[in-house]
C-alpha cells in the first residue's frame, strides 16, 4: 500500500471514532411525538406514568393507559388535568 492509500485508511478511521460520539437524534426518542391530549375520562384511566426529561428524551412525558384495553393515550404534561393528576398521585408510576 504506498503513502496515500494509508493516509486515507487512517483518516476514514479517524472520523469514524470522531463521528461515534456524535448524538444520531437530537431530540431523542419520545414516546408521545406530539403534545397529546388535554383530558381523559376520570374513569376510563388505569394507571399513569410519567417520565421525566432523561438522555432518551429531553421533555416530560404523561401516558395514560386505559381500562379495558383500549390502548394509552399521550396526555398533554401542561393540561390542567396533568398537573391536578401528578400533584395527587393517582396511581402514579415514576419512571427516571
Given amino acids: 500500500m504506498n503513502v496515500k492509500g494509508m493516509a486515507m485508511v487512517l483518516a476514514v ?5 470522531i463521528a461515534q460520539g456524535f ?6 426518542r419520545c414516546l ?8 381523559v375520562k376520570v374513569a376510563d384511566i388505569e394507571k ?5 426529561p432523561s438522555n432518551n428524551c429531553d421533555k ?5 393507559t386505559l381500562k379495558a384495553h383500549k390502548g394509552q ?3 398533554n404534561p401542561r ?6 393528576l401528578i400533584k ?9
Fill in 60 to 64: 416530560v412525558e404523561v401516558i395514560i
Fill in 88 to 96: 395527587v398521585g393517582y396511581q402514579i408510576t415514576s419512571v427516571l
Fill in 48 to 52: 399513569i406514568s410519567v417520565f421525566y
Fill in 73 to 75: 393515550r399521550c396526555l
Fill in 23 to 28: 448524538p444520531m437524534f437530537k431530540g431523542g
Fill in 32 to 39: 408521545c411525538i406530539r403534545p397529546g391530549v388535554k383530558a
Fill in 79 to 84: 393540561s390542567k388535568q396533568a398537573n391536578i
Fill in 13 to 17: 478511521i479517524f472520523c469514524a471514532t
